[in-house]
């Protein structure tokens, strides 16, 4: 059995993974980061953050230069973005990208 904290990673990434929607898909996603940084590991060790579920809506085709580093996930009112500087990730309306 593998130790106590890779048990807690593996939670995490399965539990983000797992959301059914683009609201608890954010929050699972800081958890999951959020463990990693506190353990020392690299979150892209355990969790494809290109393989995250979607949530309907079209593909975003924009870039911004909000400091946005990639476009994880959608619905079809919101993106989630990993954010470039270590920043968390952000839940950007897709309205405010059209304006």
Same mark, same amino acid.
């Given at each position: ?27 699972? #996603? ?15 060790? /355990? ?10 809506? /079209?593909?975003?085709?924009? #870039?911004?230069?909000?400091? #946005? ?9 919101? #993106? ?20």
């Amino acid at each position: 059995m593998p130790p106590p904290h890779i048990r807690r990673i593996e939670a995490a990434a399965d539990a983000a993974r797992a959301a059914r929607s683009l609201l608890r898909l954010w929050d699972a #996603v800081e958890v999951y980061t959020e463990i990693c940084k506190a353990e020392g590991v690299c979150p892209d060790e /355990n969790l494809d953050m290109s393989a995250l579920p979607r949530f309907g809506g /079209n593909s975003p085709g924009w #870039v911004t230069d909000r400091g #946005v580093d990639a476009i994880l996930s959608w619905d079809r009112t919101h #993106v989630l973005c990993s954010m470039e500087d270590g920043l968390p990730h952000r839940l950007i309306a897709r309205a405010a990208q059209a304006a």
